[in-house]
């Protein structure tokens, strides 16, 4: 499995780091992992198309995770060989339908990705499990918006866990447990909380207390500019750390 950290900061504009997007490849799949502007220029430097995307999931619907999928499924119209060609489902929590829907009000065709997009909305715990062209994907609720979902990619027995945006969530810590890699949101250092995002200290905790191996921070706002991230969560989880930066490539 290969990770490749597309877009790590926020709704905050700035050069050197999109708006949330990540890409997982595996069993011949790719996946991508909010939209987020800047996503498509990013994976375009990560050597992919938007059009080889098989799955995009939206975390949550906030225009930091979603701001490019219209683009994106414009894009798919070209009639030249960028233009989409095989299927792409598009996947996120409870309203997803009516989200999609409410595009289409504006959009009409244009984000029809060339009539191959299918909706799945997922519904927990009924959703919780997916097998998608043989990567095993697992969903678990968020702290953030009512929507809002955390993803598990599992492939040749290793596991990654994506929070998207979360505050302290229990919830989280178990499913994230035993994690080869937990990606989890730190938007702000700690003295600066806000409601619906962790510190890097709190996202160490939850780290530390689901035993995952090898912890990656992101979506940070311009205040964690300057600020030791690491320090301050390397103090609460002991295993491997690291800060997200856009175009970092983990593997698997």
Same mark, same amino acid.
């Given at each position: 499995m290969k990770i490749t950290m597309l877009g790590t900061g926020t709704c905050v504009p700035r050069l050197e780091r999109a708006c949330t997007a990540l890409l997982v490849e595996a069993e011949g799949v790719n996946i991508l992992i909010d939209c987020g502007p800047g996503t498509m220029h990013r994976l375009l430097g990560a050597g992919k198309d938007p059009s080889d995307m098989d799955l995009l999931f939206l975390s949550h619907f906030h225009p930091d995770h979603t701001g490019e999928l219209v683009s994106l499924l414009f894009s798919g119209k070209y009639a030249g060989r960028f233009g989409r060609k095989k299927p792409l489902t598009l996947a996120a929590g409870k309203g997803l339908s009516d989200f999609y829907e409410g595009l289409c009000g504006i959009y009409g065709e244009w984000v029809d990705a060339n009539g191959l997009l299918s909706i799945k909305e997922l519904s927990l715990p009924g959703d919780s499990l997916w097998d998608f062209n043989g990567v095993r994907l697992s969903f678990a609720p968020a702290c953030h918006r009512p929507e809002s979902l955390a993803i598990g990619v599992e492939s040749c027995g290793r596991r990654m866990v994506f929070t998207g945006d979360t505050d302290v969530c229990p919830d989280l810590v178990s499913f994230a447990k035993g994690a080869d890699l937990f990606i989890c949101e730190a938007a702000m250092p700690d003295g600066m909380k806000v409601p619906g995002h962790l510190t890097p200290s709190l996202a160490a905790a939850m780290a530390e207390e689901a035993g995952a191996s090898h912890l990656v921070l992101t979506? =940070?706002? +311009?205040?964690? &500019?300057?600020? &030791?991230? %690491?320090? %301050? %969560?390397?103090?609460? =989880?002991?295993? +491997?750390?690291?800060?997200?930066e856009d175009l970092m490539v983990m593997d698997l």
């Amino acid at each position: 499995m290969k990770i490749t950290m597309l877009g790590t900061g926020t709704c905050v504009p700035r050069l050197e780091r999109a708006c949330t997007a990540l890409l997982v490849e595996a069993e011949g799949v790719n996946i991508l992992i909010d939209c987020g502007p800047g996503t498509m220029h990013r994976l375009l430097g990560a050597g992919k198309d938007p059009s080889d995307m098989d799955l995009l999931f939206l975390s949550h619907f906030h225009p930091d995770h979603t701001g490019e999928l219209v683009s994106l499924l414009f894009s798919g119209k070209y009639a030249g060989r960028f233009g989409r060609k095989k299927p792409l489902t598009l996947a996120a929590g409870k309203g997803l339908s009516d989200f999609y829907e409410g595009l289409c009000g504006i959009y009409g065709e244009w984000v029809d990705a060339n009539g191959l997009l299918s909706i799945k909305e997922l519904s927990l715990p009924g959703d919780s499990l997916w097998d998608f062209n043989g990567v095993r994907l697992s969903f678990a609720p968020a702290c953030h918006r009512p929507e809002s979902l955390a993803i598990g990619v599992e492939s040749c027995g290793r596991r990654m866990v994506f929070t998207g945006d979360t505050d302290v969530c229990p919830d989280l810590v178990s499913f994230a447990k035993g994690a080869d890699l937990f990606i989890c949101e730190a938007a702000m250092p700690d003295g600066m909380k806000v409601p619906g995002h962790l510190t890097p200290s709190l996202a160490a905790a939850m780290a530390e207390e689901a035993g995952a191996s090898h912890l990656v921070l992101t979506h =940070f706002y +311009p205040e964690c &500019d300057g600020v &030791d991230m %690491a320090a %301050a %969560a390397g103090k609460i =989880f002991h295993g +491997p750390l690291t800060l997200a930066e856009d175009l970092m490539v983990m593997d698997l």
